[in-house]
């Protein structure tokens, strides 16, 4: 059973940056893709990641709304996945899960995963 463990949000100023980090145990991740979701307050979980990548790095996708600002990569050495969030604005402010889903090689979607980290806090206030 794949085992996640999301971690690195904290409080940050507007305009901040802070990464965030995702490993396993159980499995490696390294056959995963993994995305990323946020649960913003008073709001259900967003049902679409905001950034996904492939098990191999080669695909990555992100939804328009962190695009430029936001980069997720993977570490399979590490047997990590980051989130690194630049330019954070007060509307970024959520409870930040990673997921992980076996896919195709080259391949991650922003829907459909299995597994669930249990979340790590970003708030974004000056």
């Known amino acids: 059973q794949l085992q996640l463990a999301d971690s690195g949000g904290g409080v940050v100023q507007p305009g901040g940056s802070l990464r965030l980090s995702c490993g396993s145990s159980?499995?490696?991740?390294?056959?995963?893709?993994v995305g990323w979701f946020r649960q913003a307050p008073g709001k259900e979980r967003d049902g679409e990641a905001i950034?996904?990548?492939?098990?191999?790095?080669?695909?990555?996708k992100y939804d328009d709304s962190v695009k430029g600002r936001f980069t997720i990569s993977r570490d399979n050495a590490k047997n990590t996945v980051y989130l690194q969030m630049n330019g954070l604005k007060p509307e970024d402010t959520a409870v930040y899960y990673c997921?992980?889903?076996?896919?195709?090689?080259?391949?991650?979607?922003?829907?459909?995963?299995?597994?669930w980290g249990q979340g790590t806090q970003v708030t974004v206030s000056s």
């Open positions: 997921a992980a889903s076996s896919m195709p090689l080259y391949f991650c979607s922003l829907r459909n995963y299995d597994y």
């Open positions: 950034a996904c990548i492939s098990s191999n790095s080669e695909t990555s």
């Open positions: 159980g499995r490696t991740l390294e056959y995963y893709a």
